[in-house]
């Protein structure tokens, strides 16, 4: 009897099954492999962008090469370019600038020595990939180099160790390497160095060690600028970057001019960080001025919206 039953229940789910039009049944025996190659298709779309965004980067701009021999060789350097300092990573935690960029026991120093201990680790600054991992007994030492999505390459050396290989793709604040003392290097630091198509450029303009932090989100080089740029940003931020000779209203000025975006340094012009709340009538009565001045000198009109951290010039 049970067995009848059993018969009937089975026979009754065969019949069932075959009472779905055969293109459902289809439909339900290709959903899964339809399902898998979507998804294929989606990684594959993926990586299509993030190769686009890559390519279309300033770098991509700036380099007609990809070349693992040289860990510098300077090609044309445009008049101006705008460096994105947005997503960075300190490549140190050390607070202690020990040498500055520029001019040296009677040569070029490249780039800003900062003190680390043989161990500490030593991250990437930005996003990009590595171009150069070698040893270089009478120079670089055991060095890294990284080229940079924003157009920026980096250069990390006299480092103990290496933690990365050449084309490696890293983030900002990626491990790449130990702190050390390997090659021309009379005690443990990194040397770090930032160059735009192979040409040095002082990395107190973008960077502040004792700070942590980068001085803008972006960095407008210009070449007829950047000297004066460069002299200042290490009378502020470099090898005893407070004793400067001026006053500490001055150096206020000369660091809001640095940071503000198409101004350069002149001793008839100041400038005033906004805070929250401030209003042009207020600044005004502040730094002695009219408002009619601050308008005009700053290209604004009188209902502008100020923003906390804005520049605004005033004489």
Sequence with gaps: MILNKIRTVAIAACLSLSAIPSVAQDL????????????????????????????????????????????????????????????FCMPTTSRVVTSNFGHRWGRQHKGIDVKVYIGDTIRAAFSGKVRIVRYEARGYGKYVVIRHYNGLETIYGHMSKHLVTENDEVKAGDPIGLGG?????????????????????????????????????????????????SAIANRLRGVGGKSTGNS???????????????????????????????????????????VDALCKLNRIGKRIR??????LKYN
């Design 28 to 87: 339900l025996a290709k959903q899964a492999p339809i399902d898998k190659k979507m998804k294929a298709v989606d990684s594959v779309a993926l990586s299509r962008l993030i190769q686009n965004e890559q390519l279309e980067s300033p770098s991509a701009d700036l380099y007609n090469e990809w070349d693992n021999r040289y860990a510098h060789k300077a090609t044309a350097l445009p008049d101006s370019f705008n460096i994105n300092l947005r997503g």
């Design 181 to 229: 003392n390997t090659g021309r290097s009379t005690g443990s630091h990194l040397h770090f160095e930032t160059r735009l198509c192979g040409v040095a450029l002082n990395p107190a303009i973008m960077f502040d060690f004792r700070n942590q932090d980068v001085v803008n989100d972006n960095y407008m080089f210009r070449r007829d600028t950047y000297e004066g740029e």
């Design 248 to 290: 500490d209203k001055d150096n206020e000025d000369i660091e809001l001019a640095t940071a503000a975006p198409a101004a350069s340094y002149a001793t008839d012009v100041r400038f005033h960080k906004v805070r929250s709340g401030e209003t042009l009538s207020s600044i005004a009565r502040k730094r002695g001025t009219t």
């Design 306 to 311: 100020l923003m906390p951290g804005q520049i």
